[in-house]
T-cell receptor
Framework: GENVEQHPSTLSVQEGDSAVIKCTYS??????FPWYKQELGKGPQLIID???NVGEKKDQRIAVTLNKTAKHFSLHITETQPEDSAVYFC?????????WGAGTKLIIKP | DAGVIQSPRHEVTEMGQEVTLRCKLI?????LFWYRQTMMRGLELLIY????????DSGMPEDRFSAKMPNASFSTLKIQPSEPRDSAVYFC??????????????FGQGTRLTVV
């Protein structure tokens, strides 16, 4: 079955700098790759997703890149702000069921 | 729509007691997922339903756990008897699957369960 690995587990960046979180997956049948943000005391919320027919997608300060050959995808956050502090999860989907990464705790230092 | 609604938000119970967690799906969604989140194990899928039918319950830890969808908009997760190791945050999420794999899952606020 699908296995998703996510790195790093914790990432601390200076406010205004960029943050990059990386995930790898194992099942070449996966064709949907969402990223979720979980703030303290809340459920995860979708922030951006990408399908396998696209290599990159942007939404303001957030971008996701996908390399299907290498089976990895990354989340890029530019000009980080305090409100970006949260836990971020990647996931891959060979079926309707999402297979989740372990999460990355992003800390934005003032 | 108010989103996915879970109740209660917090539950503290004694070991051995029955616990029932509740979830109301977003109107029109036909897939329902129950997750458990802990620091040690992260986000684990317990069970998911499609059109009220359980599709994959391989994540249900043991027979003490059971889940139902009595109708298209409501689900319950029951633990009987509860044990301290069941302490976790339980999330339900709903989605409306498209024609291809993968669609956005909308999560509730979660139920923080503490078994003492």
């Amino acid at each position: 079955g699908e296995n998703v690995e996510q790195h790093p587990s914790t990432l601390s960046v200076q406010e205004g700098d960029s943050a990059v979180i990386k995930c790898t997956y194992s099942d070449s049948a996966s064709n949907y790759f969402p990223w979720y943000k979980q703030e303290l005391g809340k459920g995860p919320q979708l922030i951006i997703d990408i399908r396998s027919n696209v290599g990159e997608k942007k939404d303001q300060r957030i971008a996701v890149t996908l390399n299907k050959t290498a089976k990895h995808f990354s989340l890029h956050i530019t000009e980080t702000q305090p409100e970006d502090s949260a836990v971020y999860f990647c996931a891959a989907s060979p079926t309707e069921q999402l297979i989740w990464g372990a999460g990355t705790k992003l800390i934005i230092k003032p | 729509d108010a989103g996915v609604i879970q109740s209660p938000r917090h539950e503290v119970t004694e070991m051995g007691q029955e616990v029932t967690l509740r979830c109301k799906l977003i109107s029109g969604h036909n897939s329902l997922f129950w997750y458990r989140q802990t620091m040690m194990r992260g986000l684990e899928l317990l069970i998911y339903f499609n059109n009220n039918v359980p599709i994959d319950d391989s994540g249900m830890p043991e027979d003490r756990f059971s889940a139902k969808m009595p109708n298209a908009s409501f689900s319950t997760l029951k633990i009987q008897p509860s044990e301290p190791r069941d302490s976790a945050v339980y999330f339900c999420a709903s989605s409306f699957p498209g024609t291809t794999a993968g669609s956005e899952a909308f999560f509730g606020q979660g139920t923080r369960l503490t078994v003492v």
